[in-house]
């Protein structure tokens, strides 16, 4: 059986636990990384430079290492964090190497590239589009309609999430992006925060449409808890499905992945089949909850799922 080539959409902790997941599978991997960051050592890092928010970036490059002592050795380095009382505190070494390369480097993607080739990484880290971003959404709150702007404030609002837009608007997408889209045999996005992480991909036109056109099986892995799910919380699995639909109607999955949680309830089991079918796609529900974490996927848990859903899509 072939290993798939797989597009990974996403970023943060839910992107790495996917890729992290993927590499048993497949070496064929390219992460599109969510770059509206504005918070900790990536949000001071941009204040000072005009520069992608490396955090996700880093961590998504620390997923993919190579799995030999160089590979982890250099993945655990990238991620070490300076505690001091001075500027240092708090900044990962691995944002701190993005940075010194994005500044003087013309091109980011080349010092991702060189970041990628020090690390041994299995596949490729790219950035959702040409240059960083910011996200601004609008909730409601007791009637009373507020827009925040930057995604530590958006993850911190109260309020029913209403709507979302990048700035500045429609990005450009890098065209390496496009490429691996094209040539995807798999596609996954998420889980990870919804609002900041998942959804910004869909607001970048080009992706888009690649994303519509491509003929790739495509995969959306919702979040654990419909109820504990930071930015988007109180929000049932059905209301995550409707947020990707809104944002782009014309995009269809081939599976969206459940944790057994979601679906406990046997009236909301029946909901987000339908939902599921009427689009054309398969529900898939599995326990993918870690054990010693109520929101944290287990990394062993979903590369069984990936084996599982190879199993039906590819032929040898």
């Excluded at 902790?13 to 991997?29: N, P, Q, V, Y």
């Excluded at 269809?252 to 599921?276: C, G, M, N």
Aim: charged content about 20%.
């Amino acid at each position: 059986m072939s290993a798939p080539h797989v597009v990974a959409l996403g970023g943060g902790h839910g992107l790495f636990a996917t890729l992290t997941s993927l590499r048993s599978l497949t070496s064929e991997i390219t992460a599109i990384v969510t770059v509206a960051d504005n918070g900790g050592s990536s949000g001071r890092l941009r204040e000072e430079f005009p520069i992608f928010p490396p955090g996700d970036l880093r961590m998504a490059l620390a997923a993919l290492c190579a799995d030999d002592e160089w590979g982890r050795s250099w993945a655990e380095i990238m991620q070490y964090r300076f505690t001091s009382d001075g500027a240092l505190n708090g900044h990962a070494v691995g944002n701190l190497l993005l940075a010194a390369l994005w500044d003087r480097d013309e091109d980011p993607v080349e010092g991702l590239d060189r970041v990628g080739a020090l690390l041994k990484v299995i596949g490729r880290v790219l950035p959702m589009a040409g240059e960083p971003l910011d996200i601004q959404a609008t909730f409601l709150d007791n009637g009373e309609k507020k827009t925040v702007r930057g995604q530590k404030e958006v993850a911190t609002t109260i309020g029913r999430f209403e709507s979302l837009q990048l700035i500045p608007e429609n990005p450009k997408a890098r065209p390496e992006a496009l490429t691996a889209i094209a040539q995807a045999d798999w596609i996954t996005m998420g889980p990870g925060s919804w609002i900041s992480s998942v959804l910004p991909h869909l607001l970048v036109p080009e992706q888009v449409t690649a994303l519509v056109n491509s003929p790739a099986k495509k995969i959306l892995l919702l979040n654990l808890d419909d109820v504990e799910s930071g930015e988007f919380s109180g929000r049932s699995a059905l209301d995550h499905i409707a947020a990707v639909q809104k944002l782009a109607p014309q995009l269809r999955f081939d599976f969206i992945v459940a944790d057994s949680s979601l679906v406990s309830d046997p009236q909301a089991a029946t909901l987000l089949e339908d939902k599921v079918s009427t689009q054309g796609g398969e529900l898939i529900v599995q326990d993918l909850r870690l054990e010693s974490s109520a929101n944290h996927h287990d990394t062993k848990k979903l590369a069984s799922l990936f084996a599982h859903i190879a199993g039906k899509t590819l032929v040898g």
